[in-house]
């Protein structure tokens, strides 16, 4: 690792102090921040390049958003009282908490960025434009022809749903409904849709232990799904290969969805000792009987892109050849379409169902907030990270 030194004058010591900084992180795992270490490591250039010494306090922060952006929560024992340095930066980084990682990794770009506004940072978007395109860790967005397209953007991962993704589509979902396009498209980058929920997401354990884990994980999934519930256009899926977990719950929740042939539907809840969510408990009986919705959410049944068709979870499956082509000209023909029209037309068809599905999702949390405290889903998350399992 390489250490830099920055100087640091502690409050309640008269002396300058050094503390060591760590401007190149070899240690972090790379895969799992592979998406954002650009950004992160420019930023800790950026930080060499300060005309002016922005201050200790600064610098605590800074040294507090990158111990929590690469080790987690502070778990270190407290300093004595009379080691001022190393005090300063225990009480700096415990103060952060359980903020997630991915919160601190951005919250350091900005604040680099806001000590050095000159060099803007390569995440950050240009004035005027708004968060399109650029600016996602986990996500890629473009907006063009009167759709704006959320694509899934981690296909080393198959796409899994890490914290910092159920973020940024909430907030990409909210822009789009603002922009000037017509209609919304969600879909995969890689081979897979989306292998659904990140079963990492349950290792970060905040000081508040495993409870609070799971209260503030029912809190996001409320917000997230709601936000699917509320979307005001013609939201659509590309679903351009298998879909796992809340991938695929979600899709009853959608105005319709297209899948290549290669695409599989698959919700292992009772595998993983969970229950269902995304109002699937709900959405799925009305779309496909009561008991093939069981067969799907209660045995794991995985379904194919064909089969989930002709139970109606799906529109029209494309060959797999042919399907970005076949969905896009589709799309675009949609798209021209009058979009007061189709919000208005949307709005009548889904409004009367709003209410009932914020129920189903505040019941559905509720009840997966206790489906995480169980054995049954510590032994399957333990037993995926262990490798032991897979679907
Ligand atoms: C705020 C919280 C809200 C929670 C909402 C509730 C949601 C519930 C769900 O979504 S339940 C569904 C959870 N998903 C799974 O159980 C899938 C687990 N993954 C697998 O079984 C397999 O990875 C696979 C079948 C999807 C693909 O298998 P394979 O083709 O053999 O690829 P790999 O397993 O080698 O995967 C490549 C790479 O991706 C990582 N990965 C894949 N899926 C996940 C995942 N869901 N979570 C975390 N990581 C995942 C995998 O570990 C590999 O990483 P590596 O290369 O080893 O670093």
Redesign the pocket.
């Known amino acids: 690792m390489g250490w830099e030194q920055i100087e640091i004058s502690v409050p309640n010591c008269s002396s300058l102090q050094v503390i060591s900084f760590p401007v190149v992180q070899l240690h972090l795992n790379r895969?799992a921040m592979r998406a954002s270490q650009k950004d992160f490591e420019n930023a800790m250039n950026q930080v060499k390049l300060l005309k002016k010494d922005p201050g200790n306090e600064a610098k605590l922060k800074l040294y507090a958003l990158y111990k929590q952006a690469t080790e987690g929560p502070c778990n270190t024992p407290k300093p004595g009282v009379f080691d001022l340095i190393n005090k300063a930066k225990w009480d700096a980084w415990n103060a952060l908490g359980s903020l997630p990682k991915e919160t601190a990794r951005q919250n350091y770009v900005d604040l680099v960025s806001s000590l050095s506004p000159s060099l803007e940072s390569s995440s950050q978007v240009e004035p005027g434009t708004d968060r399109k395109s650029t600016g996602y860790e986990t996500l890629m967005v473009t907006s063009e022809d009167g759709i704006t397209k959320i694509m899934l953007n981690r296909p080393?991962?198959?796409n899994?749903?890490n914290?910092e993704m159920?973020h940024e589509i909430m907030h990409a979902l909210k822009a789009a409904s603002e922009d000037d396009s017509a209609i919304t498209v969600l879909t995969g980058n890689g081979d897979?849709y989306s292998?659904?929920?990140?079963?990492?997401?349950f290792t970060d354990i905040p000081p508040g232990g495993v409870e609070e884990k799971a209260k503030n994980?029912a809190i996001?999934?409320r917000e997230?799904v709601g936000c699917f519930i509320d979307f005001p256009k013609p939201l659509i899926a590309m679903v351009n290969g298998?879909a796992?977990?809340?991938?695929v719950t979600l899709l009853g929740l959608f105005d319709a969805v297209y899948a290549s042939d290669r695409a599989t539907f698959h919700t292992?809840?009772s595998h993983?000792g969970?229950s269902p969510?995304g109002c699937s408990s709900y959405t799925f009986p009305k779309i496909m009987s009561p008991a093939k919705a069981i067969e799907m959410l209660v045995f794991g049944k995985k379904l194919t892109a064909g089969e989930a068709c002709a139970q109606g979870l799906v529109t029209e499956v494309f060959p797999d050849s042919t399907f970005q082509k076949e969905v896009w000209t589709r799309l675009k023909a949609f798209a021209k379409l009058p979009p007061n029209a189709m919000r208005i037309s949307k709005e009548i068809i889904r409004n009367r169902e709003k209410e009932k599905l914020h129920a189903v999702n505040a019941e559905e949390c509720s009840v997966?907030q206790g489906r995480w405290l169980s054995d049954e889903c510590m032994n399957a998350v333990v037993n995926?990270l262990s490798r032991k399992s897979?679907?």
Do not use: C, H, M
């Open positions: 895969t080393t991962k198959k899994a749903l914290v159920y897979y292998s659904g929920n990140d079963l990492t997401n994980g996001l999934l997230f298998p796992v977990g809340i991938s292992p809840f993983l969970q969510e997966l995926f897979k679907l």
